[in-house]
């Protein structure tokens, strides 16, 4: 491929690196096992189920959560940037 930008074909871009860790980290600091074990015991109480139940469910929950975090990440991108037009656009766009 060759390094132009879309919008304007000027060759004077920069792959950056996209700041996709944030978003990550935010969901992945929401599913702490802490929270997934007060989630767990308060589905147990709700469904009169022993706690352990409510544990198992957290973990199951956990780890649904954790495998939609996982899928999301390659989805993210480096972008590129162009120097002339200011855009910035996926690397997936230059061929
Ligand atoms: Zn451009």
């Known amino acids: 491929m060759s390094l132009s930008c879309p919008f304007c074909q000027s060759i004077n871009i920069m792959i950056v690196e996209a700041s996709t860790q944030q978003s990550s980290t935010t969901l992945a600091s929401l599913v702490t096992p802490t929270t997934l074990g007060a989630l767990g015991s308060t589905v147990a109480k709700t469904f009169n189920l022993p706690p352990i139940v409510g544990g198992i469910a957290g973990t199951v929950l956990g780890s649904v959560l954790n495998s939609f975090t996982e899928q999301s990440?390659?989805?993210?991108?480096?972008?590129?940037?162009?120097?002339?037009?200011?855009?910035?656009?996926?690397?997936?766009?230059?061929h």
């Open 73 to 94: 990440i390659p989805s993210q991108q480096n972008l590129c940037f162009c120097h002339n037009c200011y855009q910035k656009f996926p690397t997936h766009l230059l």
